[in-house]
Protein backbone atom coordinates (compact mmCIF):
# COMPACT_ATOMS: atom_id res chain seq x y z
CA UNK A 1 0.00 0.00 0.00
CA UNK A 2 1.53 4.02 -0.07
CA UNK A 3 1.79 5.79 2.16
CA UNK A 4 -1.08 8.02 1.93
CA UNK A 5 -3.38 4.46 1.89
CA UNK A 6 -2.12 3.91 5.04
CA UNK A 7 -3.04 7.59 6.30
CA UNK A 8 -6.33 7.52 5.11
CA UNK A 9 -7.13 3.24 6.08
CA UNK A 10 -5.10 3.92 10.03
CA UNK A 11 -8.16 7.43 10.47
CA UNK A 12 -10.64 4.76 9.46
CA UNK A 13 -9.73 2.95 12.06
CA UNK A 14 -9.66 5.55 14.53
CA UNK A 15 -12.49 6.73 14.02
CA UNK A 16 -14.51 3.69 14.42
CA UNK A 17 -12.51 2.76 17.51
CA UNK A 18 -13.88 6.17 18.48
CA UNK A 19 -17.06 5.63 18.14
CA UNK A 20 -16.90 2.32 19.24
CA UNK A 21 -15.36 3.32 22.57
CA UNK A 22 -17.66 6.23 23.33
CA UNK A 23 -20.47 3.53 24.36
CA UNK A 24 -18.63 2.28 26.84
CA UNK A 25 -15.78 4.99 28.34
CA UNK A 26 -14.86 8.63 28.94
CA UNK A 27 -14.61 10.72 25.96
CA UNK A 28 -11.13 11.37 26.93
CA UNK A 29 -9.82 7.37 26.75
CA UNK A 30 -12.03 7.21 23.23
CA UNK A 31 -9.94 10.09 22.08
CA UNK A 32 -6.68 8.65 23.01
CA UNK A 33 -7.53 5.04 21.79
CA UNK A 34 -8.76 7.20 18.49
CA UNK A 35 -5.69 9.14 18.25
CA UNK A 36 -2.82 6.33 18.83
CA UNK A 37 -4.47 4.60 16.48
CA UNK A 38 -4.41 7.22 13.25
CA UNK A 39 -0.44 7.64 14.84
CA UNK A 40 0.28 3.51 14.53
CA UNK A 41 -1.04 3.36 11.28
CA UNK A 42 1.99 4.29 9.74
CA UNK A 43 4.35 2.74 12.44
CA UNK A 44 5.71 0.26 11.01
CA UNK A 45 7.18 1.96 8.39
CA UNK A 46 8.64 4.99 10.72
CA UNK A 47 9.92 2.56 12.89
CA UNK A 48 12.65 1.55 10.19
CA UNK A 49 15.40 4.00 10.95
CA UNK A 50 16.91 5.03 8.11
CA UNK A 51 20.94 4.89 7.96
CA UNK A 52 22.30 8.52 8.51
CA UNK A 53 23.87 8.34 4.81
CA UNK A 54 20.40 7.68 3.71
CA UNK A 55 21.53 4.57 1.99
CA UNK A 56 18.88 2.03 3.36
CA UNK A 57 17.63 1.54 6.92
CA UNK A 58 18.57 0.22 10.23
CA UNK A 59 15.80 -2.59 10.11
CA UNK A 60 14.77 -4.21 7.02
CA UNK A 61 12.21 -3.19 5.32
CA UNK A 62 9.01 -5.83 6.28
CA UNK A 63 10.42 -7.64 8.77
CA UNK A 64 10.30 -7.08 12.84
CA UNK A 65 8.21 -3.74 12.02
CA UNK A 66 5.91 -5.72 10.03
CA UNK A 67 5.54 -8.89 12.08
CA UNK A 68 1.79 -9.81 12.78
CA UNK A 69 2.64 -11.67 16.14
CA UNK A 70 4.48 -8.95 17.21
CA UNK A 71 1.92 -6.15 17.15
CA UNK A 72 -0.48 -9.28 17.92
CA UNK A 73 1.91 -9.30 20.69
CA UNK A 74 1.53 -5.68 21.89
CA UNK A 75 -2.12 -5.68 21.69
CA UNK A 76 -2.27 -8.37 24.32
CA UNK A 77 -0.04 -6.98 26.68
CA UNK A 78 -2.35 -3.86 26.51
CA UNK A 79 -5.08 -5.46 28.21
CA UNK A 80 -2.89 -6.28 31.09
CA UNK A 81 -1.54 -2.57 31.75
CA UNK A 82 -3.34 -1.00 34.63
CA UNK A 83 -2.31 2.56 33.95
CA UNK A 84 -3.45 5.51 31.51
CA UNK A 85 -0.87 4.33 28.59
CA UNK A 86 -3.29 1.42 27.95
CA UNK A 87 -5.72 2.77 25.49
CA UNK A 88 -2.82 4.57 23.52
CA UNK A 89 -0.73 0.90 23.74
CA UNK A 90 -4.51 -0.59 22.40
CA UNK A 91 -5.16 2.16 19.67
CA UNK A 92 -1.63 2.30 18.37
CA UNK A 93 -1.08 -1.61 18.38
CA UNK A 94 -4.71 -1.72 16.69
CA UNK A 95 -3.27 1.16 14.01
CA UNK A 96 0.08 -1.01 13.04
CA UNK A 97 -2.06 -4.27 12.71
CA UNK A 98 -4.29 -1.86 10.13
CA UNK A 99 -1.22 -0.76 8.43
CA UNK A 100 0.01 -4.80 8.16
CA UNK A 101 -3.47 -5.80 7.22
CA UNK A 102 -2.83 -3.29 4.34
CA UNK A 103 0.49 -4.82 3.42
CA UNK A 104 -0.63 -8.16 3.31
CA UNK A 105 -2.85 -7.36 0.20
CA UNK A 106 0.81 -6.38 -1.52
CA UNK A 107 2.92 -8.74 -3.44
CA UNK A 108 5.43 -8.57 -0.95
CA UNK A 109 3.34 -9.28 2.17
CA UNK A 110 4.50 -9.42 5.83
CA UNK A 111 5.81 -12.17 8.16
CA UNK A 112 3.15 -13.55 10.16
CA UNK A 113 4.75 -16.71 12.40
CA UNK A 114 8.35 -15.36 12.65
CA UNK A 115 10.21 -11.79 11.38
CA UNK A 116 12.61 -13.27 9.34
CA UNK A 117 10.29 -16.18 7.61
CA UNK A 118 8.71 -15.69 4.51
CA UNK A 119 6.16 -13.19 3.63
CA UNK A 120 2.91 -13.98 3.35
CA UNK A 121 1.10 -11.65 0.56
CA UNK A 122 -1.61 -11.92 -2.16
CA UNK A 123 -0.95 -12.09 -5.69
CA UNK A 124 -3.84 -11.42 -7.86
CA UNK A 125 -5.93 -8.33 -9.18
CA UNK A 126 -4.64 -4.50 -9.70
CA UNK A 127 -2.82 -3.41 -6.01
CA UNK A 128 -4.99 0.01 -7.12
CA UNK A 129 -8.22 -1.33 -6.70
CA UNK A 130 -7.39 -3.61 -3.50
CA UNK A 131 -6.02 -0.77 -1.64
CA UNK A 132 -9.39 1.46 -2.80
CA UNK A 133 -11.45 -1.71 -1.59
CA UNK A 134 -9.40 -2.01 1.58
CA UNK A 135 -9.73 1.73 2.37
CA UNK A 136 -13.25 1.68 1.75
CA UNK A 137 -14.10 -1.55 3.80
CA UNK A 138 -12.13 -0.22 6.73
CA UNK A 139 -14.30 3.25 6.35
CA UNK A 140 -17.20 1.27 6.12
CA UNK A 141 -16.44 -0.69 9.10
CA UNK A 142 -15.87 2.42 11.21
CA UNK A 143 -19.12 3.01 10.81
CA UNK A 144 -20.98 0.34 12.59
CA UNK A 145 -21.16 0.91 16.12
CA UNK A 146 -22.46 4.62 14.99
CA UNK A 147 -25.19 3.05 12.25
CA UNK A 148 -25.56 0.32 14.93
CA UNK A 149 -26.41 2.25 18.19
CA UNK A 150 -26.38 5.88 17.07
Known sequence: MTGRGHHIAAAGGGTGLFLWACQS???QDATVLGVACV??????????????NGQGRVIPHRRITHWVSGWL?????????E????????????GGLIHLSGDLLTPMGVPVLHPWSRTQ???????????????????????????QYG
Do not use: N
Not at 46 to 51: A, F, K, N, R, T
Not at 125 to 139: D, F, Q, R, Y
Open 25 to 27: MSI
Open 39 to 52: LGGKAPDWLEIPLW
Open 73 to 81: AVLGTSFFM
Open 83 to 94: TPMSMAVAGFSI
Open 121 to 147: GMQAGSPAWKELGWIAAVWRAAFVPYW
